[in-house]
C-alpha cells in the first residue's frame, strides 16, 4: 500500500476582466477496494458564488462551480491524498470460460455492457479492427489475457507519445496512421481496438505517480493520465495503460470512468468574452507519496 499525494493546479488568463459561465471540475478519486480517499480539498480564485456536487452518469463525483466576479485570472488548485493498493496482471482471476478469446459475457450483463462494446468511432475500411485481430492467434487458442497485454505493448512500444495541445482526442484511425499521440489518443485506441474484438472497453482519467520525474521513462507524468479499462469476467474493470504498457492499476490513480474521453474531462467551463481575450493557460500536477 502507498499513500499518494496528488497537487493539481490550473490557471487561466485573460487579457481583460470577463465573466465566467458554470465551470465542472473532476478532480475527486472513485473509492474502491485499491484506493481510497482520504482528504480533498478545492480553492477557487475568485472565490465561487456556489459549488455544488453531483455524481454524473457513470458514478464520477462532479463539481458545479459558478462564479460570481469578473477577473482577469481564473485558478483551480485540488488537492487529495489517498492510499492505493496495487492490483498486478497476475491477481486477475478470469473466469475459465473467459480465459480463451473469443467468449462470451453473461447474458445479464450484456444490457449494461452493450455501450461499451459498440464502437463508437467511423472506421469504414476497419482499419482498427484489422490492425488488432493481428494479435489473434487463428488455428489454436489465444489466450485472453496474453491478447489484451499484447495489443497494449504493442501501442506503448511502436507507437511515438508526444504531449499535444490542441483540444480534443485524435480519432483511432488517426493515432494508427501516425503512429503517435497523447495518452488519450493512445487510451482510446485500445479500446476501440478492444470493441472490435467484441469486448467491453471504457476510458479513465486520473494521475500516474512517477517515481523519478527527471530520470523517468514513465509517459503522461506532470498533467492529468488516461488510460483504459477492458471488462473480463471474473476479474472485472481491469486497467490498461497502453502509454506505459502497465497492466493492472500500479502508479494509477483512478479519478473518472466514462464511454468516451469527451465525457470525461478534467476540466472544463465557459467565459463571457471573445477568442481573442483568452492569453492563456497553464496546468501543473504533483504527484508525490508518502
Not at 473532476?26 to 475568485?46: H, V
Not at 455501450?115 to 488488432?132: C, F, L, M
Amino acid at each position: 500500500m502507498s499513500i499518494f499525494s496528488v497537487r493539481h493546479v490550473t490557471s487561466y488568463r485573460y487579457f481583460r476582466e470577463v465573466a465566467f459561465g458554470e465551470h465542472r471540475v473532476m478532480f475527486r478519486p472513485r473509492d474502491s477496494f485499491d484506493q481510497r480517499l482520504i482528504d480533498t480539498s478545492l480553492a477557487i480564485d475568485p472565490e465561487p458564488h456556489r459549488v455544488r456536487w453531483i455524481h454524473d452518469a457513470f458514478g464520477n463525483c462532479v463539481a458545479l462551480v459558478d462564479i460570481a466576479s469578473s477577473a482577469r485570472e481564473l485558478r483551480f488548485e485540488t488537492r487529495i491524498t489517498l492510499d492505493h493498493t496495487p492490483q498486478l496482471a497476475l491477481d486477475f482471476q478470469i473466469d475459465s470460460a473467459a480465459l480463451t478469446y473469443p467468449f462470451s459475457y453473461d447474458a445479464d450483463e450484456v444490457p449494461d455492457l452493450a455501450p461499451a462494446i459498440q464502437r463508437h468511432y467511423r472506421d469504414s475500411d476497419d482499419e482498427i479492427g484489422r490492425w488488432a485481430r493481428q494479435f489473434v492467434r487463428y488455428g489454436q487458442p489465444t489466450e485472453t489475457g496474453h491478447l489484451l497485454m499484447t495489443l497494449c505493448y504493442a501501442i506503448s512500444e511502436s507507437f511515438s507519445y508526444r504531449r499535444r495541445l490542441e483540444h480534443g482526442t485524435q480519432t483511432p484511425v488517426q493515432t494508427l496512421s501516425l503512429r503517435s499521440g497523447s495518452c488519450r489518443d493512445f487510451a482510446l485506441l485500445m479500446m476501440e481496438a478492444v470493441r472490435s474484438l467484441g469486448l467491453a472497453a471504457r476510458f479513465v482519467t486520473g494521475y500516474i505517480y512517477v517515481a523519478d520525474r527527471d530520470g523517468s521513462t514513465t509517459l503522461g507524468g506532470g498533467s492529468t493520465h488516461a488510460w483504459c479499462q477492458v471488462y473480463l469476467p471474473g476479474a472485472g474493470w481491469t486497467e490498461f495503460d497502453p502509454t506505459n504498457g502497465i497492466v493492472g492499476n500500479r502508479d494509477l490513480i483512478r479519478v473518472a470512468v466514462a464511454r468516451d474521453p469527451r465525457q470525461a474531462v478534467p476540466l472544463s467551463g465557459s467565459y463571457d468574452g471573445s477568442v481573442s481575450d483568452f492569453d492563456g493557460m497553464t496546468v501543473q500536477v504533483n504527484v508525490t507519496t508518502q
